[in-house]
């Protein structure tokens, strides 16, 4: 859990830094998995740091996930910037008015999906060309040989993110309720 909500909070951090100055050199796959398919419930709250360049942001999130839906919140200075639900069939998200149109509520899930989720119900659900690998405490999302997407766990609280499609990195740091899953 607090990998998905650091996930989720680094690309809306992301987003919200800074607008991407030329297209990604790849298109990364969308997930888009079942709530139930993470296999048990949390509930955790995070400490995200994001990086874009020399640009360096903080946020809080709130992440739920049960058989039904997966419920993050995101946070900046206390002011709430996003919510998300996913029921596994559509995505709901409510915005604040500054919030960056850049940030992209879809990104945030996958990438909480990735970090989080089972290596077997995200290898399900990933198109031709693409694969899954994992290895010790680090997840690549890769093609053609390159990994994309890297999730690394660096503490038993700790998760860095990098994305190489988009440009950044995002450390995931749980400050309540545990460690994050696998």
Same mark, same amino acid.
Not at 36 to 61: K, W
Not at 135 to 155: I, K
């Given at each position: 859990?607090?990998?998905?909500?650091?996930?989720?909070?680094? @690309?809306?951090?992301?987003?919200?830094? %800074?607008?991407?100055?030329?297209?990604?050199?790849?298109?990364?796959?969308?997930?888009?998995?079942?709530?139930?398919?993470?296999?048990?419930?949390?509930?955790?709250?995070?400490?995200?740091?994001?990086?874009?360049?020399?640009?360096?942001?903080?946020?809080?999130?709130?992440?739920?996930?049960? %058989?039904?839906?997966?419920?993050?919140?995101?946070?900046?200075?206390?002011?709430?910037?996003?919510?998300? /639900?996913?029921?596994?069939? @559509?995505?709901?998200?409510?915005?604040?008015?500054?919030?960056?149109?850049?940030?992209? @509520?879809?990104?945030?899930?996958?990438?909480? /999906?990735?970090?989080?989720?089972?290596?077997?119900?995200?290898?399900?659900?990933?198109?031709?060309?693409?694969?899954?690998?994992?290895?010790?405490?680090?997840?690549?999302?890769?093609?053609?040989?390159?990994?994309?997407?890297?999730?690394?766990?660096?503490?038993?609280?700790?998760?860095?993110?990098?994305?190489?499609?988009?440009?950044?990195?995002?450390?995931?740091?749980?400050?309540?309720?545990? %460690?994050? @899953?696998?």
């Amino acid at each position: 859990m607090h990998r998905l909500i650091a996930l989720l909070l680094s @690309s809306l951090l992301l987003a919200a830094c %800074a607008t991407r100055p030329v297209a990604p050199a790849v298109e990364l796959p969308a997930l888009r998995l079942a709530p139930a398919a993470l296999g048990h419930e949390l509930a955790v709250q995070q400490r995200l740091v994001f990086r874009f360049g020399t640009q360096v942001r903080e946020l809080d999130a709130l992440l739920e996930v049960d %058989a039904a839906e997966v419920r993050l919140a995101v946070q900046a200075m206390g002011r709430t910037g996003v919510r998300l /639900q996913w029921d596994g069939q @559509s995505l709901m998200e409510q915005r604040a008015a500054w919030l960056p149109d850049a940030v992209r @509520s879809e990104r945030v899930l996958d990438d909480v /999906q990735f970090s989080l989720w089972p290596a077997d119900a995200v290898r399900a659900v990933l198109p031709a060309g693409w694969e899954l690998h994992e290895a010790g405490d680090v997840r690549e999302l890769r093609r053609d040989g390159r990994a994309w997407l890297v999730r690394e766990r660096t503490s038993a609280t700790t998760l860095q993110v990098r994305n190489r499609a988009d440009g950044y990195d995002l450390t995931i740091e749980s400050v309540a309720g545990g %460690a994050p @899953s696998p």
